[in-house]
């Protein structure tokens, strides 16, 4: 009996039925889309049990020939070419010498690149992410060049402070909806004001606006790289917070640095949180590696010039990363910090950008790593729901995505505890926030919820929250 089904596996069963894509769909009733991330992610994605279900009924109903035919090209898939085998697009790979440019450089190349990328070259750029000293040798080079950028000559081009300002408050803007909504609705819309920014910054101008511009360069690079993530292009992302580190330095800005190497941690700890890979326990654990290493990076370059908000932050994604390595001791003591740092804090001295970590941002943030810890340890799961519980309760409205994932946390908090019908009815109420998002990480979220329930299908109360939420993570699988 084949009992596992990868996209890999889907794809064999389709082409040896001899169906198109489409008619592939429409036989198994879902979504075309589904099909087609089915093929492009190949052996990097396992598909749940509903549709392992679907395959496996097909399979059933197959020709002998058919059969035959599905075996044969699942085992062309199961011996890959040499210089391919185990090389899966949850890894990705810099050209050594793309982080040795300039800011400027680094900005038009990946601008130009990202606004040219076609429907494939995205698909290809949906998981990977540079691991290992890859990443973090670049990473610390390009932290320790001069910031000195090339001064073009004077020109007449030279912007004003006004100008400055629209340029800020657009910067804002676009970080405020990202806030607020999530998904990469926007994207496109950054990365274009990202590559406007870095042309402006190609003339010469008083070494205020100088400054300015690039924090507003970085505050774009930010921003693009959390809306890429947030639309699953995970390799675009880590690059783009790599800029924002180097803009954030250029601009001289060591708070801004910090968050940007804060960003690039979190997304580091969160692939495998969100089942982007199964099965890959050694590049999650290397990942938690190379995270807790740049936030170690970020604590001694930036910790004393930074105020107790942005250093209660950092605390909080050391602690995750301590969470993701087992240790729970370092943990605790990690995260005690994060609220001693927090208490300390004054609103009126942090940056704008900063104030969306508030205490329903801290609970959230811990609550989410206890939930993690308590799914190898129920132990957990109670305090993970207080936790999760308080920041449901403090969340400001409207910060649909980050309100979206506090209701899916408590509803897998509530399922590790044993209490199915109050999950089902607390899921209820979470996808009514869950609609209202296009957040690839929300999706991700409740497909892993949906996945935890494979087994309680037969419980009434959970079958029925199963219904509401299958329509919702089709094209998510």
């Known amino acids: 009996m084949h009992v596992t089904w990868t996209g890999a596996d889907a794809t064999a069963l389709r082409k040896a039925l001899g169906l198109p894509q489409q008619r592939f769909a429409d036989r198994l009733?879902?979504?075309?889309?589904?099909?087609?991330?089915?093929?492009?992610?190949?052996?990097?994605?396992?598909?749940?049990?509903?549709?392992?279900?679907?395959?496996?009924?097909?399979?059933?109903?197959?020709?002998?020939?058919?059969?035959?035919?599905?075996?044969?090209?699942?085992?062309?898939?199961?011996?890959?070419?040499?210089?391919?085998?185990?090389?899966?697009?949850?890894?990705?790979?810099?050209?050594?010498?793309?982080?040795?440019?300039?800011?400027?450089?680094?900005?038009?190349?990946?601008?130009?690149?990202?606004?040219?990328?076609?429907?494939?070259?995205?698909?290809?750029?949906?998981?990977?992410?540079v691991?290992?000293?890859?990443?973090?040798?670049?990473?610390?080079?390009?932290?320790?060049?001069?910031?000195?950028?090339?001064?073009?000559?004077?020109?007449?081009?030279?912007?004003?402070?006004?100008?400055?300002?629209?340029?800020?408050n657009a910067a804002r803007m676009f970080r405020e909806w990202?806030?607020?909504?999530?998904?990469?609705?926007?994207?496109?819309?950054?990365?274009?004001?990202?590559?406007?920014?870095?042309?402006?910054l190609q003339d010469s101008h008083p070494p205020q606006i100088q400054r300015r511009l690039r924090r507003v360069l970085a505050l774009l690079a930010e921003a693009a790289a959390t809306m890429s993530w947030d639309s699953g292009l995970q390799t675009a992302a880590q690059e783009y917070y790599m800029l924002a580190v180097g803009?954030?330095?250029?601009?001289?800005?060591?708070?801004?640095?910090?968050?940007?190497?804060?960003?690039?941690?979190?997304?580091?700890?969160?692939?495998?949180?969100?089942?982007?890979?199964?099965?890959?326990?050694?590049?999650?654990?290397?990942?938690a590696v190379d995270a807790l290493e740049v936030i170690r990076l970020a604590q001694d370059?930036?910790?004393?010039?930074?105020?107790?908000?942005?250093?209660?932050?950092?605390?909080?994604?050391?602690?995750?990363?301590?969470?993701?390595?087992?240790?729970?001791s370092a943990f605790r003591?990690?995260?005690?910090?994060?609220?001693?740092?927090?208490?300390?804090?004054?609103?009126?001295?942090?940056?704008?950008?900063?104030?969306?970590?508030?205490?329903?941002?801290?609970?959230?943030?811990?609550?989410?790593?206890?939930?993690?810890?308590?799914?190898?340890d129920s132990g957990f799961a109670a305090e993970a729901a207080r936790e999760i519980e308080r920041a449901i309760e403090l969340r400001v409205p409207g910060r649909l995505r980050s309100s979206a994932l506090d209701r899916l946390g408590i509803v897998e908090a509530r399922l590790l505890e044993g209490e199915l019908d109050e999950a089902a009815r607390l899921g209820h109420e979470a996808l009514n926030t869950v609609e209202q998002t296009t957040s690839d990480r929300v999706r991700k979220k409740l497909l892993n919820v949906y996945s935890r329930t494979d087994h309680l299908a037969g419980v009434r109360s959970v079958a029925e929250l199963r219904d509401r939420v299958r329509p919702l993570i089709i094209d998510t699988v």
């Open 301 to 328: 370059q930036f910790g004393d010039a930074v105020t107790p908000t942005v250093r209660a932050m950092l605390y909080t994604r050391e602690a995750w990363a301590y969470g993701k390595l087992d240790r729970p």
């Open 131 to 168: 691991v290992g000293a890859k990443l973090l040798e670049p990473l610390e080079q390009w932290l320790q060049r001069v910031s000195q950028e090339p001064v073009a000559a004077i020109t007449h081009g030279s912007i004003g402070i006004q100008e400055v300002e629209q340029l800020e």
């Open 29 to 129: 009733g879902i979504h075309v889309q589904t099909v087609k991330k089915w093929a492009s992610r190949g052996t990097t994605i396992q598909l749940d049990e509903f549709y392992a279900g679907l395959m496996a009924t097909l399979l059933d109903a197959a020709t002998p020939e058919q059969r035959g035919h599905f075996h044969t090209r699942r085992q062309q898939v199961a011996t890959p070419e040499p210089d391919v085998a185990g090389k899966g697009m949850d890894i990705a790979e810099w050209d050594s010498k793309s982080w040795s440019n300039d800011c400027a450089t680094v900005t038009a190349e990946l601008t130009r690149r990202d606004l040219m990328l076609d429907r494939r070259q995205a698909t290809q750029a949906l998981i990977g992410v």
């Open 178 to 200: 990202d806030d607020q909504f999530g998904g990469g609705l926007r994207r496109r819309a950054v990365v274009g004001q990202l590559s406007e920014v870095n042309e402006l």
């Open 333 to 376: 003591r990690t995260c005690d910090k994060a609220h001693r740092a927090f208490a300390a804090a004054d609103p009126d001295c942090d940056p704008y950008w900063i104030r969306y970590f508030d205490a329903a941002e801290l609970s959230g943030t811990l609550g989410g790593r206890l939930l993690e810890i308590a799914r190898n």
């Open 247 to 287: 803009s954030a330095k250029a601009a001289g800005d060591p708070a801004l640095c910090a968050n940007a190497m804060a960003g690039m941690a979190r997304q580091l700890l969160s692939l495998n949180h969100y089942g982007t890979v199964s099965g890959r326990r050694d590049l999650e654990h290397q990942r």
